[in-house]
């Protein structure tokens, strides 16, 4: 009980002190996107990881949730309606939540292969209706809006970048503990239980489809909280929030966290976050580089990047995670190597200039010399790393040999 | 009174007549068998009484209420729950959180999402109860999936019970155990249903002799008697259809 609330206060904190230490312009940016992908990410958790359902539409919500929030803060500016600006993700919510009322009826029937086409269809709707209806979507050009209208919040307009991020912090924080908490209300267990076994659900009194229901209409309003924030944050809704680009990346940054566990989508979301501002930043290939990383996590690691990380936790229990430290880093320096190299010819293949310098190295797309330098360090490397694997596999069980520890936990959620 | 009351109930799967007309009685606090040669659709009477197929005609009062053609929720609800041959439980939560699922409806839980489990004091003294009761409270915090088989089917029968349901339908409840394995669930079985009515499909002669208080033989959708297990071994028609070599073997 202690231990849960020190995670809470210490999610508070880093909150809080997360602007201080990336005050810049893009530091700040960069923030602000991240709660809102731990939001959406967290919330397209609740359907795929809690409740078993594969959607391919989860930006519907999002999106109407920000369609809806930027009209609200049209209607602040002109005074047709008097709603404080800090609650405008909560209205983006409510919106969120109306959408998912009406479509969860028929959605929500069966899951699986159903549910999945019916979320793609829904998805494609929204999308194409969003260029017809243009009075509420706006066209291609979107919607856009101030944020900075109505009564100040104590003195604050929202103005500044980092009002804003105090805002989205606010609502990151409401929104993950009512995530959590969802999870251990009954709704919330029998939504894993109707993951598990639908059937068995029905036989323990419960209609399969009200719970699949009741967990489709949280993951809306959150989602539709996420959506407001972003209104407020960009000041512009467009029909690109509502396509199957925009459901598809929550998809990614849910699974490469891993849905297995609660924390999962948020070591999604702020590392795609990262991928897309600070890769990007650096090279034109980081979807390429994305998608590889999204092969590999379904192939290599089903339980996500937070799987790997709580992988270790048997022998961080028994006190010998410090035996992992030095082969893990002799391991690393040719695997490092090795990623480095094959994206140094990925860059190559896809740059045009003559001189093309890659990590301090000058390299020429068209010299054999340039290929032959990283192919030839890519396979050393690579033998490399196969010399080290053998002592960490030896490292590994040494740090967790033991006969099972008693207290083996079932997955939290 | 019959708490469950069976009358000409038929079912068909498109021309196969599965069930045809059986009318069946059972009593509170009984321990009934069916028992019938493979095929004999033993389990397709348990779908029908459990709502997880809809009746052809006939009717099924439990408790003077119909429930035939509902769903299997409001049956569970009534008080009539089921385990199943294969074994169907909730493979990715613990032991305890399994059962502590399976006791929500009836303590009145529904589908609230404002209440928080861990807090319910009295809905997890009572799943710890039902462990103890099912001799698994050494196992609780174990993935249902990663349990040994016995285990498995014990936990299946857990589920059945855990809602304090006034009967219970139990579909082959010793299948694929060992002789100790399966000694050991009859046992538990028979504390378990202390103070129910039980019907059960089972193949294992012993076990339903030993058991039961009265046997139904089921043979190609026909039930062809229904009576206390002396009277089902001295039955010519049971032995022609289904028990002879059983009975000359005992």
């Known amino acids: 009980m202690m231990s849960r609330l020190a995670v809470w206060a210490g999610f508070a904190i880093v909150l809080m002190v997360l602007p201080l230490i990336f005050s810049s312009s893009l530091g700040l940016s960069i923030l602000n996107q991240m709660t809102i992908a731990v939001i959406f990410a967290l919330s397209y958790n609740m359907l795929l990881g809690q409740g078993g359902m594969l959607s391919f539409g989860h930006a519907v919500y999002y999106g109407m949730g920000g369609f809806i929030a930027i009209h609200l803060l049209n209607m602040i500016e002109f005074e047709t309606l008097m709603l404080p600006v800090v609650l405008i993700p909560l209205a983006g919510g409510v919106g ?10 028929f959605s929500t029937r069966r899951a699986g292969t159903v549910f999945a086409m019916i979320s793609l269809g829904i998805g494609e709707l929204f999308a194409a209706s969003s260029l017809i209806f243009e009075s509420f979507f706006g066209g291609e050009g979107g919607i856009s809006g101030w ?45 894993n239980a109707v993951r598990d076994n639908h059937e068995r659900a029905e036989f323990i009194g ?31 809704v467009t029909e690109e929030n509502l396509t199957l680009v925009t459901s598809g990346e929550v998809l990614l940054m849910a699974y490469i966290g891993g849905l297995g566990f609660f924390i999962g989508p948020i070591v999604g979301a702020v590392l795609l976050t990262l991928m897309s501002s600070v890769v990007s930043a650096w090279t034109d290939m980081w979807m390429l580089y994305l998608g590889i990383l999204f092969v590999l996590t379904v192939m290599f690691l089903p339980r996500g990047l937070s799987g790997l990380i709580i992988m270790h936790g048997p022998a961080w229990h028994l006190g010998r995670l410090r035996l992992l430290i030095l082969p893990y880093t002799i391991s690393a320096v040719p695997a490092l190597l090795f990623v480095l190299t094959l994206m140094g010819m990925i860059e190559l293949a896809h740059s045009s200039a003559q001189e093309f ?22 396979a050393v490397s690579w033998l490399a790393l196969q010399r080290t694997l053998p002592q960490l596999r030896d490292a590994w069980e040494t740090a967790n040999a033991l006969p099972r520890p008693k207290d083996a936990q079932g997955e939290e959620n | 009174m019959a708490l469950l009351s069976l009358q ?7 021309v196969t007549s599965v069930i045809e007309e059986v009318s069946l009685d059972i009593n509170q606090g009984e321990r009934h068998a069916i028992i019938g040669p493979n095929g004999a659709g033993k389990s397709t009477l348990f779908h029908l009484i459990s709502g997880k197929y809809p009746v052809s005609s006939g009717a099924i009062l439990f408790d003077g209420q119909p429930i035939h053609n509902r769903p299997p929720y409001e049956i569970a609800r009534l008080g009539l729950t089921r385990s199943f041959q294969v074994t169907n439980i909730f493979h990715r939560l613990s032991v305890f959180e399994n059962v502590r699922c399976a006791l929500l409806w009836s303590m009145g839980y529904r589908y609230s999402f404002w209440r928080l ?12 109860q039902t462990l103890e009761e ?24 857990g589920l059945a019970i855990a809602s304090g349901a006034g009967m219970i339908l139990l579909d082959e409840p010793v299948a694929g155990m060992s002789l100790s394995e399966a ?68």
């Not at chain 1, 969120?96 to 009826?105: P, Q």
């Not at chain 2, 000409?8 to 498109?14: A, M, R, T």
């Not at chain 2, 050494?138 to 014990?154: F, I, K, S, T």
Request: hydrophobic letters at 50%; proline letters at 3%; charged letters at 20%.
């Open chain 1, 147 to 191: 944020r900075d209208v109505g009564p100040t919040f104590f003195g604050i307009d929202f103005g500044q970048q980092i009002e804003v991020y105090y805002l989205a912090a606010f609502w990151v924080f409401m929104a993950t503990l009512f995530m959590y908490l969802f999870t251990r209300t009954p709704a919330g267990r029998m939504a």
């Open chain 2, 117 to 128: 489990v861990d807090r319910e004091h009295k809905l997890n003294r009572k799943a710890e």
């Open chain 1, 96 to 105: 969120g939540l109306l959408v998912a009322v009406l479509i969860g009826t």
């Open chain 2, 183 to 250: 000694q050991r669930a009859v046992a538990l079985i028979r504390r378990i249903t202390e103070g129910r009515t039980l019907l059960m499909v089972e193949h294992d002669m012993d076990i339903v002799f030993d058991l039961a208080d009265r046997i139904s033989v089921l043979v190609y959708g026909k039930l062809i008697a229904s009576d206390t297990p002396e009277a089902i071994r001295a039955n010519r028609a049971v032995q022609e259809a289904y028990l002879g070599e059983v009975i000359e073997n005992a």
């Open chain 1, 357 to 378: 310098v890659y990590l301090g190295l000058p390299l020429n797309p068209e010299g054999l010399s340039s290929w032959l330098l990283l192919a030839g360090t890519a």
């Open chain 2, 134 to 157: 099912l001799g698994m409270s050494d196992l609780r915090n174990y993935p249902a999936g990663e349990l040994a088989y016995a285990d498995q089917r014990a936990l299946e029968l």
């Open chain 2, 8 to 14: 000409q109930v038929s079912k068909q799967f498109g």
């Open chain 1, 206 to 236: 419960y209609s399969a489809r009200k719970v699949r229901y009741i967990t489709f209409c949280a993951a809306g309003l959150f989602a539709g909280i996420a959506g407001g924030l972003f209104a407020i944050n960009y000041e512009i």
